[in-house]
């Protein structure tokens, strides 16, 4: 098992401090629970840009379907942001106490959509889960459901972090990987890779989304670190051996061996009176 150990300099948490505070996170506790509007998707592969089951603006491509039993969504902008809000677990529940349940439903972010009248889109699993027993068929009717959601952590079960090697990745310099399993509450913000035992890490730039590259990856075993953060801290971590072997290859999926817990939790006055109930 690898052990991830972590490091803080007081630099680099200014910078990562100045970065927070003027992007979209930073306004708003995404801990607490806030409102918005869902609407019902008939089947996955309909979700936008090749469906979250058959590709996906994040990437995950069928894999999706093995994140979250197939509980998934198509983010909004301020969901989605970008590419970096995938993989991000959200509970959710609708607010129409006739039909729909108090438990609500559990969902990874895995798609991008560009509608401005709803903030998700969801898959039929998701979305019939939303409702109390024997009233899904009168859910589906309405157009934009009322919800209120919030971010939480991702439950995985035994699953570690893992990365997949991208299918146009080629051996030995030209990398591209994939993170799977984060754990939905961190954002990875920067990645770099070196040789195991050597001190030259060099950076790995974001495609989108999970997706990180580099043209000029070292040759031999590799290991990775990475900049990490939660709410308004954040952190190094990095694994201390061999996560890709000498001969690694593209499509494989490796085991790191560790998790990404919570870096911090935000501090935000809304979450007293907004609670989870």
Known sequence: MAVFLSILSSSFLLLLLVASSSSPSASACERCVNQGKAAYSSSLSQLPAGGAGGGGSCGYGTMAMELNGGFLAAGGPRQHRGGLG???????????????????????????????????????????????????????????????????????????????????????????????YQGGQTDIL????????????????????????????????????????????????????????????????????ARIADVARESCLDCATLDWK
Request: charged share 25%; with cysteine.
């Open 86 to 180: 995938c993989g991000r677990c959200f509970q959710m529940r609708c607010r129409n106490a006739k039909v729909c349940s108090n438990a609500g439903v559990r969902v990874v972010l895995t798609d991008f959509h560009r509608s401005n009248r709803t903030d998700f889109l969801l898959g039929g699993p998701a979305f019939v889960a939303l409702a109390k027993p024997g009233m899904a068929h009168r859910l589906k009717k309405l157009a934009a459901l009322p919800v209120e959601y919030r971010r939480i952590p991702c439950d995985y079960k035994d699953k570690n972090l893992s990365i997949l090697v991208e299918e146009q990745s080629k051996r030995p310099n030209n990398l591209a990987i994939k993170f799977l």
């Open 190 to 257: 920067a990645v770099d890779v070196a040789q195991v035992g050597s001190s030259d890490w060099r950076f790995m730039s974001r495609v989108y989304g999970p997706i990180w590259s580099i043209d000029r990856a070292p040759n031999g075993p590799l290991q990775f670190r990475a900049v990490v953060t939660g709410g308004y801290d954040g952190k190094w971590v990095w694994a201390d051996r061999e996560v890709l072997p000498a001969n690694w290859r593209p499509g494989q999926v490796y085991d790191t061996g």
